[in-house]
């Protein structure tokens, strides 16, 4: 490491304008690491394939949930690495991630769809690994392994990196501190060279499940310096008693519903909780509206679903 390389500049610091900071999702930097932590079940492969999609595309095609206002219509490059996911369970992932284009006002022709699918061609790559076993890029000691060095080059200009999940990804023993903070280092290192924010899916810890801290920071299984090194946390969980009565959901409705918090975030500041409804149907992941409470939608959303059902998910 060479410090005289990295010593800030005083002077300059002091007289000029700061850089605009560079947001890839609201408080989560290019360059920066960050973690999505959730239950098994609940939706983070789901979530991170819905975001991946909108960021690739240049376009909320996966629903816009949190990227919304941070798109470049050009789409941009994703890396989305899966060590549980094979082939196949992506084709039918990638196509319930899509399956709201066709209803959208963008993409009501052929050659727009076309163009999108040739977007997503282009832009993400997706890279499902079930079987390979645990892929040990990174011991407990930070010495790396040629599959890492591989997915370094894999990332190359890169906008986006998902590691999921992180557990498959490392040898170390998660409840040792030096253990993880060694492994959040390399992942510091993959953001930094590459220039992509990087997101770690993480599993929640028991307590938090069973004690409804869900949307704690806290939350995430194993030593807590994986969540002090990474710079944004988001974590999924099921809705709390207060959020279901506050958006008047049916105790039979509960279960289509999960609560996205923005549990940590460095560089914004901390926002409401979103809830987020599951399609029974697909599993994608729409923002809760009013409309949706007791299964009520809207007249044009309730048409929009009966054209989805009608029309194959597939990018046509």
């Keep these: 490491m060479n410090f005289d390389e990295l010593r800030l500049n005083i002077r300059q610091t002091l007289t000029t304008p700061p850089p605009a900071l560079d947001h890839v999702l609201p408080g989560l930097l290019a360059g920066t690491v960050g973690l999505l932590v959730a239950p098994g079940a609940m939706g983070k492969t789901t979530l991170l394939t819905q975001l991946a999609c909108d960021i690739a595309a240049g376009a909320p095609v996966g629903g816009g949930i949190l990227t919304s206002e941070l798109l470049n219509p050009a789409g941009e490059r994703v890396v989305f690495f899966l060590a549980e996911e094979s082939k196949a369970i992506m084709h039918h992932r990638l196509q319930a991630a899509l399956a709201g284009v066709t209803t959208m006002p963008a993409f009501q022709t052929k050659s727009s769809r076309d163009s999108l699918a040739e977007r997503l061609a282009t ?13 040990h890029c990174v011991d407990g000691g930070g010495s790396t392994s040629d599959e890492l060095k591989r997915m ?111 549990a940590k975030a460095n560089y914004v500041p901390t926002k409401e909780p979103v809830v987020l409804r599951r399609n029974p149907t697909t599993g994608a992941l729409a923002v809760w509206t009013p409309a949706m409470a007791h299964g009520r939608r809207s007249p044009a959303r309730s048409n929009a679903v009966a054209k989805t059902r009608r029309t194959p998910g597939a990018v046509k």
Excluded: K
């Design 123 to 135: 832009n993400l790559c997706i890279y499902p690994l079930a079987g390979a076993g645990r892929l």
């Design 152 to 262: 370094f080059v894999a990332c190359d200009r890169a906008r986006l990196v998902i590691i999921d999940p992180l557990r498959r990804f490392h040898t170390g023993e998660e409840n040792d501190s030096a253990h993880m903070s060694a492994v959040v280092s390399v992942f510091e290192q993959m953001a930094r060279q590459t220039g992509a924010a990087v997101i770690l899916s993480h599993h929640a810890n028991r307590g938090s499940v069973f004690n409804g801290g869900g949307d704690q920071a806290s939350a995430a299984r194993g030593s807590s310096a994986l969540t002090d090194g990474a710079r944004w946390q988001a974590n999924l969980s099921g809705i709390s008693d207060r959020m279901a009565l506050h958006c008047r959901i049916a105790d039979a409705e509960r279960h289509l519903h999960v609560q996205l918090d923005i």
